[in-house]
């Protein structure tokens, strides 16, 4: 009889995780029916605070097949339950589109690259109900961690994001000549008018507050009293503008974006002297068929070190451009390889996507974890928490050293204007 223990951490024990669900996922990984599973240990797979739509857990098993020792097993299952608070997550068939790209695009891309690339881990199962949930390879087994979230990335690790993001580009660019219709289910992001069509939906009411608390912090700054001004005007238009960051323009490079691109989304392996040798992407659950932009501004403006922000951009845009070429040319498909300058200007068309990300995003990303343990879509339902919680994330000495190099970027782009 099979055992299944949680351990004391996992606060309420999901039911729908029992030992039915575990015996298909082990033989989908496995491949075979002829296995026995004599145990299971569940646990919290990522610290409170850390994961805003989803439960992660870290499960082990146990189980015996013919002929054969006992063998352990490892699992990553994350779980998005069905709640009010986060109605986007239908708005946006987060749950469809990430088992989508885990099934079927991401091994189509792979098979392009002739498997000398994994963009992400393997997917064995998913449910729909009574939670959506699905469940992957636990990566930690092959040495794969999470950078620090708080620090930001150095160049290393950058010039690495920079090599790894360019070849998941340019195969779906490829991939999109194969099968033209097969990301047309990628039209909704992050910032689509779905997911931000309700004043009081939680989306549209957390980007809102961090809006108006950057307004109140950058009018406190001496000499920003014209930068200020203008964020107070881009607030009182801030959907529109959110929207408009994001919305397709014509005769853009497109290509499949990972849309959600920080460090929490990115597994490094590192060799003996920890340095980052190999990079897998996870978390695709707001992916979107655009401008390359899109995820190149919403990493910069999220993940890097300031000095590298400030200091390296320039060569991290030249090593994407020169593996999305080098990607391009060697799948020779006969798919346009773009221009240094053509990336250029779509960076630079989707500066209002970087503005959005270091006001609407960074500010969490930054937070010391100390104050994040109670960080949860639910808490933030609460309009005396949310701004409590708000006016302390924009406390951060990151933060406002960050902000003060690149609101005046910003401005100069035509981003606030």
């Known amino acids: 009889?099979?055992?299944?223990?949680?351990?004391a951490d996992v606060v309420a024990p999901p039911s729908h995780l029992d030992v039915a669900f575990f015996e298909e996922v082990l033989e989908t990984a496995l491949r075979t029916a002829r296995v026995q599973l004599l145990s299971i240990h569940i646990r919290m797979g990522s610290s409170t605070g850390e994961n805003y739509c989803s439960q992660i857990y870290r499960v082990k098993v146990s189980f015996q097949r013919p002929d054969h020792p006992e063998q352990h097993m490892a699992f990553i299952v994350k779980s998005i339950p069905h709640l009010d608070s986060v109605e986007f997550i239908d708005d946006l068939q987060v749950y469809l589109k990430e088992k989508i790209t885990y099934y079927e695009v991401l091994p189509r891309l792979e098979l392009l690259m002739q498997c000398k690339r994994s963009f992400g881990p393997k997917l064995y199962h998913c449910l729909k109900h009574p939670e959506n949930s699905l469940v992957f390879e636990d990566l930690a087994e092959k040495g794969f961690v999470m950078a620090s979230r708080e620090l930001g990335l150095n160049e290393e690790h950058c010039q690495l994001v920079m090599e790894r993001l360019a070849e998941f580009h340019a195969t779906s660019m490829a991939l999109?000549?194969?099968?033209?219709?097969?990301?047309?289910?990628?039209?909704?992001?992050?910032?689509?008018?779905?997911g931000l069509a309700k004043d009081d939906g939680l989306l549209m009411q957390f980007f809102s507050g961090n809006g108006k608390e950057l307004h109140h912090l950058v009018s406190t700054w001496p000499g920003f009293e014209g930068i200020a001004e203008k964020i107070g005007k881009?607030?009182?238009?801030?959907?529109?503008?959110?929207?408009?960051?994001?919305?397709?323009?014509?005769?853009?490079?497109?290509?499949?974006n990972h849309g959600?691109?920080?460090?929490?989304?990115?597994?490094?392996?590192y060799d003996a002297a920890q340095r980052p040798q190999d990079l897998i992407l996870i978390d695709f659950q707001l992916s979107v068929w655009?401008?390359?932009?899109?995820?190149?501004?919403?990493?910069?403006?999220t993940s890097l070190t300031l000095d590298v922000l400030r200091h390296r951009r320039t060569q991290l845009l030249r090593t994407y451009h020169a593996r999305l070429a080098k990607t391009l040319l060697d799948l020779d498909m006969g798919v346009p390889v773009p221009s240094y300058e053509q990336i250029l200007e779509?960076?630079?068309?989707?500066?209002?996507?970087?503005?959005?990300?270091?006001?609407?995003?960074?500010?969490?990303?930054?937070?010391d974890k100390a104050q994040t343990a109670d960080n949860n879509l639910e808490s933030f339902k609460d309009a005396d928490f949310a701004k409590q919680k708000v006016r302390q994330m924009f406390q951060?000495?990151?933060?406002?050293?960050?902000?003060?190099?690149?609101l005046p970027h910003f401005e100069r782009?035509?981003?606030?204007?």
């Open 234 to 256: 881009y607030m009182r238009n801030q959907r529109a503008n959110l929207e408009r960051s994001q919305a397709p323009q014509e005769k853009e490079v497109r290509v499949l």
């Open 176 to 194: 999109a000549v194969l099968d033209p219709h097969l990301f047309d289910a990628y039209g909704d992001g992050m910032l689509s008018p779905r």
């Open 346 to 367: 779509e960076v630079h068309r989707r500066e209002s996507y970087g503005f959005f990300a270091s006001y609407g995003i960074f500010p969490t990303v930054s937070q």
């Open 260 to 269: 959600d691109l920080w460090v929490n989304n990115m597994l490094f392996k």
């Open 290 to 301: 655009g401008s390359p932009g899109i995820d190149l501004n919403y990493f910069f403006y």
């Open 396 to 406: 951060s000495r990151r933060l406002a050293d960050t902000l003060r190099y690149t």
């Open 1 to 7: 009889m099979c055992s299944i223990v949680f351990d």
């Open 413 to 417: 782009a035509g981003v606030l204007d």
